[in-house]
């Protein structure tokens, strides 16, 4: 019998959730992605501290000081980790707009483009891209321009269906449903554990898929942020997984059958009514939805945080 992440690649695009150059090499995902907190993680090891150098040196030659400089620095390291993680995976690299942008939709569009010019500087072009931008109302505007300029996007932080009905109205490419972080929520504020069969997460996710599936959108699903394998294998079938090391490992050590638990055939399970949202309807949608806002939230913060974080080790490293 094959591991279940042999079995579970021939049924889902499985995706590296890492900047662990390394990591991606051991398991030979399709496409990879990253955010702010990887690339701190993946900053400070001493192997890569070549690519550190190079965007710290790079920002110097720039002739920009203040915040030009370090957002000259920023970009130029996330495009070395993105270069180096393509020569690896055939597929696409997710790479983030800063996360303090999340409410400013010429901002991040911005952004974006100086993005995609600088990975075109470094011969990588935009169809091995994906833009990575907060679901709020103002990063699916964002999304949506882009997406009409054919650079393709990857919408994060999604915790609600109001924030999945928008992206897929607004034809973006990919969206990133968070499973983990839900179920976070839910254990916290209900004082309860749930079986993976029973995991609001995964729970999430489903219903998404069978939406979109029905009213045909195009807009991929990647389910992402997992806390279990059991998540994973509950969602085995879904466009895309993107997958922390330590759970691809888990999986690869796994000879079990794994069932594939979502088709695009699969039989509705509920009556699922088309939705068009005006930006009232769906700040009130998300509003409504107490895990989803407080989720959004909290995880723009801590993406923001961990930028400034990155920002410092860069700051020091330019000192230097």
């Not at 907190?37 to 690519?51: D, K, T, V």
């Not at 915790?159 to 109205?169: D, I, L």
Request: with cysteine.
């Amino acid at each position: 019998m094959e591991d279940k992440l042999t079995q579970l690649k021939k049924m889902t695009v499985v995706v590296a959730d890492t900047g662990d150059i390394e990591s991606i090499r051991q398991y030979q995902p399709e496409d990879a992605t990253t955010n702010p907190s990887l690339l701190l993680a993946a900053a400070q090891m001493p192997r890569y501290a070549h690519l550190v150098d190079d965007a710290v040196g790079f920002a110097k030659q720039s002739n920009r000081d203040g915040q030009e400089l370090l957002d000259t620095a920023l970009d130029r390291l996330a495009i070395n980790f993105g270069r180096e993680i393509l020569d690896i995976v055939p597929g696409r690299i997710s790479t983030e707009v800063d996360a303090r942008l999340s409410f400013d939709t010429e901002g991040t569009v911005l952004r974006a483009r100086k993005l995609i010019e600088l990975y075109k500087q470094a011969g990588i072009e935009r169809n091995r891209i994906l833009i990575k931008i907060a679901s709020t109302w103002e990063g699916i505007r964002a999304a949506e321009i882009l997406e009409g300029e054919g650079i393709n996007c990857n919408l994060t932080l999604l915790f609600g269906f109001s924030q999945a009905v928008a992206c897929a109205e607004a034809g973006v490419f990919l969206i990133s449903p968070f499973v983990g972080r839900i179920l976070d929520w839910h254990r916290k504020n209900e004082g309860k554990e749930y079986s993976s069969e029973e995991d609001p997460g995964v729970i999430s996710v489903k219903r998404i898929y069978r939406y979109y599936k029905k009213f045909k959108y195009k807009t991929i699903i990647m389910g992402a942020s997992f806390r279990n394998t059991g998540e994973i294998e509950q969602l085995a079938g879904c466009d895309r997984l993107t997958i922390g090391p330590h759970f691809l490992d888990d999986l690869s050590k796994d000879r079990a059958p794994l069932e594939r638990k979502l088709h695009p055939d699969m039989p509705q399970q509920e009556a699922l009514e088309q939705l068009h949202l005006d930006e009232k309807t769906f700040r009130f949608m998300l509003n409504e939805d107490r895990m989803a806002t407080e989720k959004l939230a909290e995880g723009i913060r801590n993406f923001s945080h961990d930028l400034i974080k990155l920002e410092d080790f860069i700051k020091a490293r330019i000192a230097d």
